[in-house]
DNA sequence: GTACGATACGGACCAGCGGTCCGCTTTGAA
DNA sequence: TTCAAAGCGGACCGCTGGTCCGTATCGTAC
Protein backbone atom coordinates (compact mmCIF):
# COMPACT_ATOMS: atom_id res chain seq x y z
CA UNK A 1 0.00 0.00 0.00
CA UNK A 2 1.72 3.38 -1.23
CA UNK A 3 -1.25 4.80 0.64
CA UNK A 4 -0.92 6.72 3.84
CA UNK A 5 -3.13 8.18 6.05
CA UNK A 6 -3.15 11.74 6.65
CA UNK A 7 -2.17 13.15 9.79
CA UNK A 8 -4.96 13.94 12.35
CA UNK A 9 -4.37 17.93 12.05
CA UNK A 10 -3.86 17.56 8.48
CA UNK A 11 -7.30 16.38 7.86
CA UNK A 12 -8.57 19.08 10.59
CA UNK A 13 -6.52 21.58 8.86
CA UNK A 14 -8.24 21.10 5.65
CA UNK A 15 -11.71 21.10 7.00
CA UNK A 16 -10.76 24.35 8.78
CA UNK A 17 -9.92 25.79 5.46
CA UNK A 18 -12.74 24.64 3.77
CA UNK A 19 -15.22 26.40 6.09
CA UNK A 20 -13.28 29.56 6.28
CA UNK A 21 -12.88 29.80 2.39
CA UNK A 22 -16.61 28.90 2.05
CA UNK A 23 -17.50 31.79 4.52
CA UNK A 24 -15.05 34.25 3.10
CA UNK A 25 -16.43 33.84 -0.23
CA UNK A 26 -20.03 33.98 1.13
CA UNK A 27 -19.55 37.23 2.88
CA UNK A 28 -17.21 39.31 -0.05
CA UNK A 29 -18.97 40.71 -3.05
CA UNK A 30 -16.09 39.69 -5.42
CA UNK A 31 -13.84 36.96 -4.96
CA UNK A 32 -10.59 38.58 -5.45
CA UNK A 33 -11.46 40.58 -2.18
CA UNK A 34 -10.71 37.21 -0.61
CA UNK A 35 -6.89 36.49 -0.64
CA UNK A 36 -5.27 33.15 0.93
CA UNK A 37 -3.98 34.98 3.65
CA UNK A 38 -7.24 35.93 4.62
CA UNK A 39 -8.62 32.51 3.78
CA UNK A 40 -5.46 31.64 6.24
CA UNK A 41 -6.29 33.81 9.18
CA UNK A 42 -9.56 32.62 8.86
CA UNK A 43 -9.00 29.18 9.09
CA UNK A 44 -6.40 29.57 11.62
CA UNK A 45 -3.40 28.53 10.20
CA UNK A 46 -0.69 29.41 7.76
CA UNK A 47 -0.56 30.38 4.26
CA UNK A 48 2.04 27.85 3.22
CA UNK A 49 -0.74 25.07 4.64
CA UNK A 50 -3.05 26.18 2.22
CA UNK A 51 -0.92 25.71 -0.98
CA UNK A 52 0.86 22.61 0.85
CA UNK A 53 -2.61 21.09 0.80
CA UNK A 54 -4.32 22.51 -2.48
CA UNK A 55 -0.92 23.40 -4.28
CA UNK A 56 -2.44 26.72 -5.35
CA UNK A 57 -5.43 29.03 -5.02
CA UNK A 58 -7.66 27.29 -8.12
CA UNK A 59 -6.90 24.11 -6.86
CA UNK A 60 -8.40 25.04 -3.05
CA UNK A 61 -11.59 26.58 -5.02
CA UNK A 62 -11.83 23.78 -6.97
CA UNK A 63 -11.68 21.58 -4.31
CA UNK A 64 -14.37 23.68 -2.24
CA UNK A 65 -16.95 23.62 -5.28
CA UNK A 66 -16.40 19.72 -5.73
CA UNK A 67 -16.80 18.89 -2.56
CA UNK A 68 -20.04 21.10 -2.42
CA UNK A 69 -21.21 19.42 -5.74
CA UNK A 70 -20.53 15.72 -4.61
CA UNK A 71 -24.10 15.41 -3.35
CA UNK A 72 -25.62 16.71 -6.67
CA UNK A 73 -23.57 14.51 -8.65
CA UNK A 74 -24.27 11.20 -6.72
CA UNK A 75 -28.12 12.42 -6.85
CA UNK A 76 -27.17 12.88 -10.53
CA UNK A 77 -25.66 9.37 -11.15
CA UNK A 78 -27.70 7.18 -8.86
CA UNK A 79 -30.34 8.86 -7.50
CA UNK A 80 -34.05 8.48 -8.14
CA UNK A 81 -35.98 10.46 -11.08
CA UNK A 82 -36.42 13.16 -12.16
CA UNK A 83 -32.13 13.45 -11.51
CA UNK A 84 -31.27 9.77 -11.46
CA UNK A 85 -30.44 7.64 -14.58
CA UNK A 86 -34.01 6.30 -15.28
CA UNK A 87 -35.57 8.82 -16.22
CA UNK A 88 -36.17 9.17 -20.25
CA UNK A 89 -34.34 11.88 -21.89
CA UNK A 90 -36.81 14.42 -22.26
CA UNK A 91 -38.03 14.68 -18.29
CA UNK A 92 -34.48 14.50 -17.54
CA UNK A 93 -32.51 16.89 -19.15
CA UNK A 94 -34.55 19.91 -18.08
CA UNK A 95 -34.28 18.57 -14.23
CA UNK A 96 -30.38 18.39 -14.48
CA UNK A 97 -30.21 21.91 -16.16
CA UNK A 98 -32.83 22.72 -13.39
CA UNK A 99 -30.78 21.26 -10.80
CA UNK A 100 -27.52 22.85 -12.13
CA UNK A 101 -29.21 26.27 -11.69
CA UNK A 102 -30.36 25.94 -8.27
CA UNK A 103 -27.31 25.23 -7.35
CA UNK A 104 -25.03 27.78 -8.80
CA UNK A 105 -28.12 30.26 -7.43
CA UNK A 106 -27.14 28.47 -3.85
CA UNK A 107 -23.22 28.60 -4.53
CA UNK A 108 -22.91 31.92 -6.54
CA UNK A 109 -19.75 33.08 -4.41
CA UNK A 110 -18.26 29.66 -5.06
CA UNK A 111 -18.99 29.23 -8.66
CA UNK A 112 -18.29 32.54 -9.28
CA UNK A 113 -15.04 32.51 -7.76
CA UNK A 114 -14.16 29.31 -9.67
CA UNK A 115 -15.47 30.44 -13.28
CA UNK A 116 -13.02 33.48 -13.19
CA UNK A 117 -9.87 31.89 -11.09
CA UNK A 118 -7.61 33.46 -12.80
CA UNK A 119 -6.27 31.77 -16.13
CA UNK A 120 -7.78 28.83 -16.20
CA UNK A 121 -10.94 28.58 -18.41
CA UNK A 122 -14.01 26.99 -16.25
CA UNK A 123 -14.04 24.61 -19.60
CA UNK A 124 -11.59 22.67 -18.49
CA UNK A 125 -12.95 22.07 -15.14
CA UNK A 126 -13.26 17.58 -14.85
CA UNK A 127 -17.12 18.23 -13.65
CA UNK A 128 -17.97 20.52 -16.84
CA UNK A 129 -16.87 17.45 -19.08
CA UNK A 130 -18.73 15.37 -16.78
CA UNK A 131 -22.25 17.20 -17.06
CA UNK A 132 -21.43 18.05 -20.45
CA UNK A 133 -20.98 14.77 -21.61
CA UNK A 134 -24.62 13.52 -19.78
CA UNK A 135 -26.49 16.25 -21.23
CA UNK A 136 -24.96 15.75 -24.53
CA UNK A 137 -25.98 12.23 -24.26
CA UNK A 138 -29.16 12.91 -23.20
CA UNK A 139 -30.14 15.72 -26.34
CA UNK A 140 -28.68 12.55 -28.84
CA UNK A 141 -32.21 11.26 -28.08
CA UNK A 142 -34.07 14.08 -29.13
CA UNK A 143 -35.93 13.82 -32.39
CA UNK A 144 -34.71 16.10 -34.96
CA UNK A 145 -31.83 17.67 -32.68
CA UNK A 146 -28.82 17.96 -34.92
CA UNK A 147 -25.71 19.19 -32.55
CA UNK A 148 -26.71 17.30 -29.44
CA UNK A 149 -22.66 18.33 -28.66
CA UNK A 150 -23.03 21.91 -29.19
CA UNK A 151 -26.54 22.49 -28.01
CA UNK A 152 -25.08 21.01 -24.41
CA UNK A 153 -22.82 23.30 -24.37
CA UNK A 154 -25.20 26.14 -24.88
CA UNK A 155 -27.83 24.73 -22.62
CA UNK A 156 -25.23 24.86 -19.75
CA UNK A 157 -23.81 28.30 -20.93
CA UNK A 158 -27.15 29.70 -20.01
CA UNK A 159 -26.77 28.49 -16.26
CA UNK A 160 -23.00 30.24 -16.43
CA UNK A 161 -22.35 31.54 -12.69
CA UNK A 162 -21.78 35.02 -13.79
CA UNK A 163 -24.68 35.26 -15.85
CA UNK A 164 -26.74 34.12 -13.07
CA UNK A 165 -24.82 36.12 -10.35
CA UNK A 166 -25.99 39.14 -13.21
CA UNK A 167 -29.66 38.34 -13.17
CA UNK A 168 -30.07 37.53 -9.50
CA UNK A 169 -27.67 40.57 -7.70
CA UNK A 170 -27.82 42.78 -10.63
CA UNK A 171 -31.41 42.16 -12.39
CA UNK A 172 -33.29 41.19 -9.08
CA UNK A 173 -34.82 38.17 -10.55
CA UNK A 174 -35.96 35.67 -8.44
CA UNK A 175 -35.31 32.61 -7.81
CA UNK A 176 -38.60 31.05 -9.41
CA UNK A 177 -38.61 33.70 -12.36
CA UNK A 178 -34.62 32.24 -13.39
CA UNK A 179 -36.16 28.71 -13.27
CA UNK A 180 -39.38 29.37 -14.90
CA UNK A 181 -37.51 31.43 -17.99
CA UNK A 182 -34.58 28.36 -18.28
CA UNK A 183 -37.52 25.95 -18.02
CA UNK A 184 -38.65 27.62 -21.15
CA UNK A 185 -35.78 28.08 -22.73
CA UNK A 186 -34.93 24.68 -22.35
CA UNK A 187 -38.11 22.98 -23.19
CA UNK A 188 -38.20 25.22 -26.63
CA UNK A 189 -34.93 23.63 -27.60
CA UNK A 190 -36.44 20.05 -26.57
CA UNK A 191 -40.06 20.35 -28.37
CA UNK A 192 -38.90 21.80 -31.48
CA UNK A 193 -38.72 18.72 -32.80
CA UNK A 194 -42.40 17.52 -31.78
CA UNK A 195 -44.57 17.47 -34.68
CA UNK A 196 -47.43 20.21 -33.94
CA UNK A 197 -50.37 19.15 -31.64
CA UNK A 198 -48.43 17.05 -29.20
CA UNK A 199 -45.73 18.76 -27.65
CA UNK A 200 -48.61 20.57 -25.77
CA UNK A 201 -47.59 22.11 -22.05
CA UNK A 202 -46.15 25.43 -22.40
CA UNK B 1 -14.88 75.78 -25.12
CA UNK B 2 -14.37 73.23 -22.57
CA UNK B 3 -13.50 71.06 -25.16
CA UNK B 4 -9.68 71.20 -26.12
CA UNK B 5 -8.11 68.92 -29.06
CA UNK B 6 -5.55 66.53 -27.58
CA UNK B 7 -1.93 66.75 -28.67
CA UNK B 8 -0.47 65.16 -31.40
CA UNK B 9 2.00 63.05 -29.30
CA UNK B 10 -1.00 61.80 -27.41
CA UNK B 11 -3.15 60.18 -30.13
CA UNK B 12 -0.15 58.78 -31.72
CA UNK B 13 0.77 57.40 -28.64
CA UNK B 14 -3.13 56.27 -28.28
CA UNK B 15 -2.52 54.40 -31.53
CA UNK B 16 0.45 52.98 -30.96
CA UNK B 17 -0.54 51.22 -27.42
CA UNK B 18 -3.55 50.10 -29.49
CA UNK B 19 -1.36 48.02 -31.89
CA UNK B 20 0.67 46.70 -29.22
CA UNK B 21 -1.54 46.09 -26.87
CA UNK B 22 -3.51 44.08 -29.85
CA UNK B 23 -0.55 42.32 -31.01
CA UNK B 24 0.23 41.14 -27.49
CA UNK B 25 -3.05 39.43 -26.91
CA UNK B 26 -3.14 37.92 -30.22
CA UNK B 27 0.22 36.46 -29.72
CA UNK B 28 0.05 35.29 -25.94
CA UNK B 29 -2.28 32.19 -25.66
CA UNK B 30 -3.42 33.40 -22.09
CA UNK B 31 -4.43 36.95 -21.28
CA UNK B 32 -2.82 36.98 -18.16
CA UNK B 33 0.69 36.89 -19.89
CA UNK B 34 0.44 40.70 -20.89
CA UNK B 35 0.67 42.65 -18.70
CA UNK B 36 0.71 46.44 -19.04
CA UNK B 37 4.41 46.62 -18.72
CA UNK B 38 4.54 45.11 -21.45
CA UNK B 39 2.27 46.86 -23.69
CA UNK B 40 4.14 49.75 -22.92
CA UNK B 41 7.23 48.59 -23.37
CA UNK B 42 5.84 47.16 -26.97
CA UNK B 43 4.13 50.48 -27.48
CA UNK B 44 7.60 52.36 -26.65
CA UNK B 45 5.91 54.43 -24.23
CA UNK B 46 5.77 54.68 -20.24
CA UNK B 47 3.50 52.84 -18.03
CA UNK B 48 1.86 56.15 -16.78
CA UNK B 49 0.68 56.60 -19.95
CA UNK B 50 -1.38 53.65 -20.48
CA UNK B 51 -3.04 54.85 -16.99
CA UNK B 52 -3.18 57.93 -18.03
CA UNK B 53 -4.92 57.31 -21.34
CA UNK B 54 -7.03 54.31 -20.04
CA UNK B 55 -7.93 54.72 -16.25
CA UNK B 56 -6.68 51.10 -15.81
CA UNK B 57 -6.37 47.54 -17.40
CA UNK B 58 -10.24 47.23 -17.83
CA UNK B 59 -10.18 50.39 -19.56
CA UNK B 60 -7.37 49.87 -22.00
CA UNK B 61 -9.32 46.26 -23.04
CA UNK B 62 -12.29 47.80 -23.11
CA UNK B 63 -11.47 50.40 -25.40
CA UNK B 64 -9.60 48.39 -27.81
CA UNK B 65 -12.25 46.02 -27.89
CA UNK B 66 -15.27 48.97 -28.60
CA UNK B 67 -12.56 49.84 -31.51
CA UNK B 68 -12.55 46.49 -33.03
CA UNK B 69 -16.42 45.97 -32.59
CA UNK B 70 -17.00 49.29 -34.13
CA UNK B 71 -17.83 48.19 -38.02
CA UNK B 72 -19.95 45.82 -36.35
CA UNK B 73 -21.83 47.63 -34.55
CA UNK B 74 -22.56 50.09 -37.51
CA UNK B 75 -23.90 47.66 -39.92
CA UNK B 76 -26.39 46.21 -37.08
CA UNK B 77 -27.50 49.63 -36.49
CA UNK B 78 -27.79 51.04 -40.38
CA UNK B 79 -26.35 49.00 -42.37
CA UNK B 80 -27.84 46.39 -44.54
CA UNK B 81 -29.74 42.99 -44.26
CA UNK B 82 -29.47 40.63 -43.33
CA UNK B 83 -27.62 42.78 -40.09
CA UNK B 84 -29.65 45.71 -40.32
CA UNK B 85 -32.59 47.10 -39.42
CA UNK B 86 -34.53 46.95 -42.14
CA UNK B 87 -34.40 42.42 -41.71
CA UNK B 88 -37.72 40.38 -40.45
CA UNK B 89 -36.59 39.21 -36.78
CA UNK B 90 -37.02 35.39 -37.86
CA UNK B 91 -33.72 36.51 -40.29
CA UNK B 92 -31.91 38.77 -38.20
CA UNK B 93 -31.63 36.87 -34.79
CA UNK B 94 -29.42 34.32 -36.66
CA UNK B 95 -28.12 36.67 -38.75
CA UNK B 96 -26.90 38.38 -35.26
CA UNK B 97 -25.46 35.38 -33.73
CA UNK B 98 -23.39 34.52 -36.30
CA UNK B 99 -22.18 38.13 -36.56
CA UNK B 100 -21.54 37.47 -32.93
CA UNK B 101 -19.91 34.52 -33.08
CA UNK B 102 -17.68 35.42 -36.12
CA UNK B 103 -16.31 38.18 -34.08
CA UNK B 104 -15.43 35.96 -31.64
CA UNK B 105 -13.71 33.72 -33.62
CA UNK B 106 -11.81 36.75 -35.74
CA UNK B 107 -10.88 38.23 -32.12
CA UNK B 108 -10.50 35.61 -29.50
CA UNK B 109 -7.83 36.80 -27.52
CA UNK B 110 -9.57 40.25 -27.27
CA UNK B 111 -12.71 38.49 -26.27
CA UNK B 112 -11.13 36.51 -23.89
CA UNK B 113 -8.87 39.05 -22.17
CA UNK B 114 -12.19 41.44 -21.25
CA UNK B 115 -14.23 38.45 -20.24
CA UNK B 116 -11.90 37.65 -17.54
CA UNK B 117 -10.70 40.78 -16.69
CA UNK B 118 -10.11 40.55 -13.08
CA UNK B 119 -13.39 41.31 -11.04
CA UNK B 120 -15.81 43.07 -13.71
CA UNK B 121 -18.27 41.03 -14.88
CA UNK B 122 -18.76 40.67 -18.88
CA UNK B 123 -22.11 41.73 -18.39
CA UNK B 124 -21.73 45.03 -17.47
CA UNK B 125 -19.96 46.07 -20.27
CA UNK B 126 -22.47 48.05 -22.41
CA UNK B 127 -21.94 46.99 -25.64
CA UNK B 128 -23.31 43.16 -23.78
CA UNK B 129 -26.36 45.94 -22.73
CA UNK B 130 -26.70 46.77 -26.57
CA UNK B 131 -26.94 43.07 -27.97
CA UNK B 132 -28.80 42.05 -25.15
CA UNK B 133 -31.48 44.71 -25.69
CA UNK B 134 -31.51 44.05 -29.45
CA UNK B 135 -31.83 40.74 -29.25
CA UNK B 136 -34.69 40.74 -26.70
CA UNK B 137 -36.17 43.19 -28.91
CA UNK B 138 -36.41 41.05 -31.85
CA UNK B 139 -37.23 37.89 -29.95
CA UNK B 140 -40.35 39.27 -28.66
CA UNK B 141 -41.67 39.06 -31.99
CA UNK B 142 -41.32 35.48 -32.39
CA UNK B 143 -44.35 34.00 -31.91
CA UNK B 144 -44.55 31.40 -28.54
CA UNK B 145 -41.41 32.65 -27.45
CA UNK B 146 -42.02 33.45 -23.66
CA UNK B 147 -39.34 35.06 -21.75
CA UNK B 148 -37.56 37.06 -24.58
CA UNK B 149 -35.43 38.51 -22.28
CA UNK B 150 -33.70 35.49 -20.91
CA UNK B 151 -33.73 33.93 -24.11
CA UNK B 152 -31.39 36.77 -25.75
CA UNK B 153 -29.03 35.76 -22.25
CA UNK B 154 -29.40 32.13 -23.36
CA UNK B 155 -28.26 32.44 -26.60
CA UNK B 156 -25.89 35.32 -26.32
CA UNK B 157 -24.06 33.08 -22.94
CA UNK B 158 -23.69 30.24 -26.54
CA UNK B 159 -21.35 32.71 -27.86
CA UNK B 160 -19.03 33.45 -24.79
CA UNK B 161 -15.59 33.83 -25.74
CA UNK B 162 -14.36 31.40 -23.28
CA UNK B 163 -16.53 28.71 -24.71
CA UNK B 164 -16.00 29.83 -28.27
CA UNK B 165 -11.88 29.59 -27.26
CA UNK B 166 -12.42 25.99 -25.97
CA UNK B 167 -14.42 24.41 -29.34
CA UNK B 168 -12.06 26.24 -31.33
CA UNK B 169 -8.61 25.94 -29.77
CA UNK B 170 -9.17 22.86 -27.19
CA UNK B 171 -11.64 21.08 -29.27
CA UNK B 172 -10.42 21.61 -32.65
CA UNK B 173 -14.12 22.60 -34.05
CA UNK B 174 -13.70 24.69 -37.68
CA UNK B 175 -15.30 27.82 -38.02
CA UNK B 176 -17.71 26.47 -40.04
CA UNK B 177 -18.65 23.94 -37.66
CA UNK B 178 -19.30 26.06 -35.10
CA UNK B 179 -21.66 28.67 -37.17
CA UNK B 180 -23.40 25.95 -38.24
CA UNK B 181 -24.14 24.40 -35.42
CA UNK B 182 -24.69 27.91 -33.93
CA UNK B 183 -27.49 28.35 -36.58
CA UNK B 184 -28.90 25.01 -35.66
CA UNK B 185 -29.50 25.55 -32.33
CA UNK B 186 -30.56 29.44 -32.97
CA UNK B 187 -33.52 27.89 -35.35
CA UNK B 188 -34.12 25.43 -32.95
CA UNK B 189 -35.26 28.67 -30.28
CA UNK B 190 -36.50 30.63 -33.00
CA UNK B 191 -38.33 27.62 -34.84
CA UNK B 192 -40.18 25.90 -32.15
CA UNK B 193 -43.40 26.89 -33.57
CA UNK B 194 -42.47 24.01 -36.42
CA UNK B 195 -40.72 26.05 -39.78
CA UNK B 196 -42.41 25.41 -42.83
CA UNK B 197 -41.63 23.20 -45.12
CA UNK B 198 -38.69 21.62 -43.85
CA UNK B 199 -38.09 17.82 -43.03
CA UNK B 200 -35.20 18.58 -40.77
CA UNK B 201 -34.51 15.67 -38.84
CA UNK B 202 -32.94 12.89 -40.05
C1' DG C 1 5.82 6.87 29.62
C1' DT C 2 9.40 8.18 26.74
C1' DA C 3 12.35 8.76 22.92
C1' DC C 4 12.58 9.48 18.11
C1' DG C 5 11.81 9.87 12.99
C1' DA C 6 8.60 11.43 9.88
C1' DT C 7 5.15 14.67 8.82
C1' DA C 8 3.02 18.94 8.83
C1' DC C 9 3.13 23.69 10.40
C1' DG C 10 3.71 28.81 9.90
C1' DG C 11 5.54 33.25 9.40
C1' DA C 12 9.32 35.47 7.09
C1' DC C 13 10.46 35.96 2.56
C1' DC C 14 10.42 36.62 -2.71
C1' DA C 15 9.15 37.99 -7.50
C1' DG C 16 5.89 40.22 -10.20
C1' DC C 17 1.70 42.62 -10.86
C1' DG C 18 -1.40 46.86 -11.28
C1' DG C 19 -1.25 51.44 -10.28
C1' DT C 20 0.88 56.27 -8.72
C1' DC C 21 4.21 60.26 -8.40
C1' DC C 22 7.03 63.88 -9.78
C1' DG C 23 10.90 65.91 -12.29
C1' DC C 24 11.69 66.40 -17.20
C1' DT C 25 10.50 66.89 -22.27
C1' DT C 26 7.53 68.09 -25.99
C1' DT C 27 4.20 70.93 -27.99
C1' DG C 28 2.21 74.86 -30.10
C1' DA C 29 0.89 79.59 -29.92
C1' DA C 30 2.37 84.26 -28.97
C1' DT D 1 12.56 82.87 -29.38
C1' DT D 2 9.98 82.33 -25.45
C1' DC D 3 7.12 80.20 -22.20
C1' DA D 4 3.31 77.92 -19.85
C1' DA D 5 0.82 74.04 -20.07
C1' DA D 6 0.06 69.35 -21.52
C1' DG D 7 2.12 65.12 -21.74
C1' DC D 8 5.72 61.87 -20.73
C1' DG D 9 8.28 57.92 -18.38
C1' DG D 10 10.76 55.26 -15.17
C1' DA D 11 11.41 54.87 -10.28
C1' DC D 12 8.49 53.72 -6.80
C1' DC D 13 4.60 51.58 -3.76
C1' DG D 14 1.33 48.20 -1.80
C1' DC D 15 -0.28 43.91 -2.32
C1' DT D 16 -0.77 39.33 -4.15
C1' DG D 17 0.17 34.39 -5.07
C1' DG D 18 3.59 31.36 -4.03
C1' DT D 19 8.12 29.35 -1.58
C1' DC D 20 11.54 28.13 2.24
C1' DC D 21 13.25 26.28 6.32
C1' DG D 22 13.57 26.09 11.32
C1' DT D 23 10.20 24.32 14.59
C1' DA D 24 6.22 22.05 16.76
C1' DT D 25 3.30 18.06 16.42
C1' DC D 26 1.99 13.43 15.59
C1' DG D 27 2.30 8.40 15.55
C1' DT D 28 5.03 4.66 16.91
C1' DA D 29 8.45 1.55 18.79
C1' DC D 30 10.32 0.47 22.96
Redesign the pocket.
Known amino acids: MAE?R?????M???AAVFAAADALFAECPSP?G?????I?TAA??????????F????GLIRALYEARLEPLRKAVEEGPPPLGPATPPLLRVPALLDAVLCFKLDNRHLALALERT?ADSPYDAEHYERWHALLRALLACVPGLDGSDFAAHALLAATRADLVEYLAAGKGRTREEMRAQLADFTARVLGAGAPPGTAGDG
Do not use: E, H, I
Open positions: RPRKDARNRDVTMADAGVGKATLFRAGDRTG
